[in-house]
């Protein structure tokens, strides 16, 4: 079956940097656009950023963009996100997510994608 499993989250100081990480199995990787949500607490779930299944589109929240980059190895069936100059409000839990054959914005706004990850906890203090 589908598992999308997310590592890297952890605890760090404003202004620091965490690369999480999304391994994939049970899928054809390169099929599917790959993105980014986070959901803190007494929140909804939200977009954070996207690649598309082509790797030729990304597309970020307005929130972290210029601070997070993500990108994808597709011989490893892995999508990273590389966050930089963190700050409290980013404290959330992360989920990775999965959606087949579509472009980075399609993955954004969705009602649904097709496979999600359970999270990783990411923790900025201030």
């Known amino acids: 079956q589908v598992q999308l499993v997310e590592s890297g989250g952890g605890v760090v100081q404003a202004g620091g940097s965490l690369r999480l990480s999304c391994a994939a199995s049970g899928l054809t990787f390169s099929f599917y656009a790959m993105g980014w949500f986070r959901q803190a607490p007494g929140k909804e779930r939200e977009f954070v950023a996207a690649i598309g299944w082509s790797g030729s589109s990304t597309y970020y929240a307005d929130s972290v963009k210029g601070r997070f980059t993500i990108s994808r190895d597709n011989a490893k069936n892995t999508v990273y996100l590389q966050m930089n100059s963190l700050k409290p409000e980013d404290t959330a839990v992360y989920y990775c997510?999965?959606?087949?054959?579509?472009?980075?914005?399609?993955?954004?706004?969705?009602?649904?994608?097709?496979?999600w990850g359970q999270g990783t906890q990411v923790t900025v203090s201030s």
């Open positions: 997510a999965a959606d087949r054959f579509r472009t980075a914005l399609e993955l954004a706004v969705r009602r649904d994608r097709d496979y």
